[in-house]
């Protein structure tokens, strides 16, 4: 039996049953621009924010489960000499909210030639089946953010090697997500599907042939930060102190987290493909 798309997993839903889910990411810009916003918004903020310095003249930049295409504002401004931004994603819906812009600028068709400085389009398409609209061996950096625990673990396994697939040799992934040791089925969200923790997906990264570059710890939570660092040496217990007496914890618990991903609620794995690949 075919697994479902549905919008968000709601009682009574089997997720193993589940091909995805279609809830998006909290547009973050919204959330800063009307002043109420949490960790998560400060976290997915600075994720989107470093993988854009990671985009470089020239580059070929997808983005996996585009969604609203929350990347293209911060693109726009800090990577303008890219080559080209395609998003995937598997909803229509997704894809036309993001042809009117992340940040409310309402931009029809006609405008996106003149307001971006670089191309942009989008594919209509399940990330597991990525190759059947993207070509083999086209992607500079691909950008895939807290997006593969919206999907049932067997498709997830498969975007990631489709992810390999239409990457050039040498290029590089940012892959963000929660971490969910256990259960994967047991997830944080209602809108996720299936929450891969640490071991396991390094693992299936290192099996289909990436080689890990850096791993970075997301957020925590304000309980979890507070009993990890107090079994910490003194002076890192003292430093998280006195950084804890002033910054707010929406920004703090996205801070702190960074060197320990493996602890993390939620981490980042940025992974290349060997420069010697060929394309699989």
């Not at 990577?79 to 995937?88: E, L, N, P």
């Not at 942009?120 to 625990?149: H, Q, R």
């Not at 209602?190 to 693992?203: I, N, P, Q, S, T």
């Not at 804890?244 to 992974?271: D, G, N």
Request: net charge neutral; with cysteine.
């Amino acid at each position: 039996m075919d697994k479902e798309i549905v919008y968000r997993v709601e009682d009574g839903m089997d997720r193993e049953k589940i091909l995805c889910t279609t809830y998006q990411m909290r547009n973050f810009y919204m959330q800063f621009r009307d002043g109420f916003f949490t960790n998560l918004d400060v976290m997915n903020y600075i994720q989107h924010l470093a993988a854009a310095h990671m985009a470089k003249k020239g580059m070929n930049v997808l983005d996996v489960c585009c969604g609203r295409s929350l990347m293209l504002p911060l693109l726009r401004y800090y990577a303008k000499d890219i080559a080209s931004y395609t998003g995937v994603d598997i909803s229509k819906a997704n894809i036309k909210e993001a042809m009117r812009g992340a940040t409310a600028k309402n931009l029809e068709p006609k405008d996106l030639a003149s307001y971006y400085p670089f191309r942009v389009g989008w594919k209509l398409g399940n990330v597991a089946e990525m190759s059947k609209v993207i070509p083999a061996g086209f992607a500079d950096f691909v950008i895939y953010t807290s997006a593969i625990e919206h999907m049932h673990p067997t498709d997830g396994a498969k975007s990631l090697v489709e992810c390999y697939k239409v990457m050039k040799p040498g290029a590089k992934m940012f892959l963000s997500c929660p971490n969910t040791p256990g259960n994967g089925y047991q997830t944080q969200y209602r809108a996720h599907v299936y929450e891969w923790g640490y071991d396991e997906l390094k693992a299936k990264l290192t099996e289909i042939g990436f080689s890990i570059v850096q791993e970075v710890g997301l957020v925590t939570s304000v309980r979890e930060m507070d009993e990890f660092y107090s079994k910490q040496p003194s002076a890192l217990k003292d430093f998280y102190e006195r950084m804890k007496s002033y910054v707010p914890s929406a920004f703090l618990t996205a801070f702190m987290a960074i060197p320990f991903p493996r602890e993390a609620k939620e981490l980042l794995f940025i992974v290349q493909k060997p420069k010697g690949e060929e394309n699989a």
